[in-house]
């Protein structure tokens, strides 16, 4: 009987991103196992096991803080470390540990944040992350960057810190909520992460400010149970954590492998879990944009299904005439009406080849492409890539 391996995995099962991680990281062992896993269920804080214990082969572990990165250190397991402060990454280095980093693509992640943002037509912007967190100040600097090329300014909350420790949310919601009184209106905000957009949302609804007309949210990670259940319902940007955790496994895999065999050293790596796509709910249904017929329009784009969409029915949502529409298009948005039906195809198109089976004909139907060969044309300009090219390289496995 082949003996299994043993892995600990010190990540939190309340959030999306984690549970995505882990639903990779076990197709990976359901393929090359069997694996047994070491499990403690919670949020971000886990505990590492006992080795003298466990006697376990490697490790994939979320590091909040310096005194978890220094226990990983002492277990001398080949480890995938997930969001590793840098100081850590050198230390680690320094010990010869055999580890890889995985992170997600702040950077993309946020730029299609802003770029949502920015195509609604504020004039205003705001950031809200968390105080200590090496992914939220990522995508906070990165936020601040992509505004900057645009010319435009940031409004930035600072988590209010004190003895070192953020506050607690009771005592802190009072503050953001005052915060978010004082931002000009109407304005779009980024947070950090999906339950900072609930948090958000929350003080927005206490301070009596109408979402999505007044504050524009959207957030990062795309977890489905805090999304929905955020009121009003949560925009995020999905992240391919399947994918993640599956790459994961396997270069743990490849470590755990190396060291029985007592192969050479293991260079250091990196894992980056890339963004998929926006899935936009009502926290970002609004358009700041003064004409109120242009806004009007880009709403009912944006609601109808895609295959339904013809010039002639955009107009028809509107108090003017096709052609007053479309000069209106071009000057306020820069495209044709009929260029915004496509893009708003091409993004439905993505989310389907991701998220299901649908065959390519089966996807160009539903979409409202007339055959799946002009699909697939206008879809490769559109992208660079063939549907059937992009889908193969988010998949897992």
């Given at each position: 009987m082949v003996a299994s391996i043993k892995v600990a995995l010190l990540v939190e099962t309340s959030r999306g991103y984690g549970r995505g991680l882990l639903q990779g990281i076990m197709q990976y062992s359901r393929l090359h196992g069997p694996w047994q896993f070491h499990l403690t269920p919670g949020d971000f804080e886990q505990v590492v096991p006992r080795m003298k214990d466990w006697k376990g082969d490697g490790i994939i572990a979320r590091v909040i803080n310096q005194k978890t990165a220094n226990l990983l250190l002492k277990t001398g397991l080949p480890l995938v470390?997930?969001?590793l402060p840098e100081s850590a990454a050198v230390t680690f280095q320094r010990e010869g540990v055999r580890f890889v980093e995985m992170m997600s693509d702040s950077d993309g992640a946020t730029k299609m944040a802003v770029e949502l943002l920015l195509a609604k037509r504020f004039r205003h912007f705001a950031f809200v992350g968390y105080h200590g967190q090496v992914w939220s100040e990522k995508r906070e600097q990165t936020f601040i960057n992509r505004m900057t090329e645009e010319g435009r300014d940031v409004h930035l909350y600072k988590m209010p810190v004190?003895?070192?420790?953020?506050?607690?949310?009771?005592?802190?919601?009072?503050?953001?909520?005052?915060?978010?009184?004082?931002?000009?209106?109407?304005?779009?905000?980024?947070v950090c992460n999906d339950q900072r957009g609930r948090e958000v949302l929350d003080a927005c609804s206490l301070a009596e400010i109408a979402v999505p007309e007044e504050i524009s949210v959207i957030g990062i990670d795309n977890d489905e149970l805090l999304c929905e259940l955020s009121f009003p319902p949560l925009s995020s940007v999905a992240l391919n954590a399947v994918q993640g955790g599956y790459l994961a496994a396997a270069a743990l895999h490849k470590m755990i492998q190396n060291t029985k065999i007592r192969k050479g050293p293991f260079s250091h790596k990196k894992i980056i879990v890339p963004p998929l796509h926006i899935v936009e709910r009502r926290s970002t249904e609004s358009v700041a944009i003064d004409d109120h017929n242009v806004a009007t329009a880009l709403q009912f784009l944006h609601t109808q299904p895609p295959a339904e969409l013809t010039i002639d029915k955009v107009v028809a949502s509107t108090c003017v005439s096709r052609r007053?529409?479309?000069?209106?298009?071009?000057?306020?948005?820069?495209?044709?009406?009929?260029?915004?039906?496509?893009?708003?195809?091409?993004?439905?198109?993505?989310?389907?080849?991701?998220?299901?089976?649908?065959?390519?004909?089966?996807?160009?139907?539903?979409v409202g492409f007339s055959t799946s060969s002009y699909f697939v044309q206008f879809f490769r300009i559109e992208t660079g890539r063939t549907p059937a090219k992009f889908r193969r390289e988010v998949r897992v496995g």
């Open positions: 470390v997930l969001d004190r003895h070192g420790a953020s506050l607690q949310w009771e005592k802190e919601e009072p503050i953001l909520v005052q915060c978010l009184k004082n931002l000009p209106k109407p304005i779009g905000l980024m007053i529409l479309e000069i209106r298009f071009r000057k306020l948005l820069g495209r044709t009406i009929l260029q915004e039906i496509q893009k708003v195809r091409i993004e439905r198109a993505k989310r389907l080849l991701l998220e299901t089976a649908y065959s390519v004909e089966q996807i160009a139907e539903i």
